[in-house]
């Protein structure tokens, strides 16, 4: 009997020691069903499988002891709302939101993130989203090399967006704004305050011409015209015949380019 005491005691003084430099873990506290997931830096990389809830919906725990994501409210362990993803195992009820979340950053991706930073994120705690050249953190909250070249996608909606010339949409517009000639110059032009910038281009038409000219890409013309003089295309107006005037850039390319190329048969640029 005493050595069984001795025995129990050891055992005791043992698991202390092996709590106290870590090499047992406490167990994890309960999760609460009404707190948002917040991820930790550590955890596994969203492209193999999701540690937390896609933007604007609310993690929690149903009865059944699955990992849910909810959008709207969460009560008595039920989704109040529309369920959006399980970070549990997938059904054919509800996806994984590994899968949404890959399919909300490449949506995102495709329709605000310059070819130069092609990696969207948005970070859930500061409420920055953005796209950047660098490699994403494993949460996808933001570029692993804080440095990198980055730009951000506004809260108030494309228009603010198209008016901030370093917004992520204004440099996507820029990167694929095609130049007409060779070694093309590109830039914007901001024709009033908290509108639409307008996208344009300094080029010398070669062999031919030493002097700079200048040109405007006809579609931001559209933007901002449409946001600033909703008649314009009624108006009647010489300087929006996009179609006949070398001042926009198809027009010129058309008329300064390709005419002289087909005039003088040789390569064209």
């Not at 937390?52 to 699955?66: F, H, L």
């Not at 989203?129 to 994403?136: I, Q």
């Not at 570029?143 to 951000?152: Q, S, W």
Request: aromatic share 8%; charged share 20%.
């Amino acid at each position: 009997m005493l050595l069984f005491l001795i025995g129990i005691i050891a055992l005791y003084v043992n698991l202390r020691h092996w709590f106290a430099e870590g090499f047992v873990s406490a167990p994890p506290a309960p999760l609460n069903p009404e707190v948002l997931a917040i991820p930790e830096v550590n955890q596994t990389p969203i492209q193999k499988t999701s540690t937390y809830c896609p933007p604007g919906s609310k993690y929690y725990v149903n009865k059944r002891g699955d990992s849910m994501c909810c959008e709207g409210k969460v009560e008595n362990r039920k989704c109040i709302g529309k369920i959006v993803c399980t970070l549990s195992q997938p059904t054919s009820k509800y996806p994984s939101c590994a899968a949404i979340l890959e399919q909300l950053q490449s949506k995102m991706a495709i329709a605000y993130c310059p070819p130069s930073m092609p990696n969207f994120y948005v970070n859930e705690v500061s409420g920055e989203k953005g796209c950047t050249s660098s490699g994403l953190t494993t949460i996808g909250d933001g570029p692993v090399h804080p440095n990198a070249p980055r730009c951000i996608i506004g809260s108030s909606g494309s228009m603010q967006d198209l008016a901030d010339k370093t917004s992520c949409l204004n440099q996507k517009r820029l990167e694929e704004f095609t130049c007409i000639a060779p070694n093309c110059t590109k830039g914007f032009h901001s024709y009033a305050e908290g509108k639409p910038v307008v996208l344009i281009q300094s080029f010398v038409v070669p062999d031919g011409e030493a002097v700079p000219r200048q040109c405007i890409d006809e579609h931001s013309m559209e933007i901002y015209l449409d946001s600033s003089e909703s008649n314009w295309r009624s108006s009647g107006k010489p300087e929006y015949n996009f179609a006949s005037d070398i001042r926009y850039c198809m027009t010129a390319k058309k008329s300064l380019i390709e005419k002289r190329y087909i005039e003088t048969p040789g390569q064209m640029p």
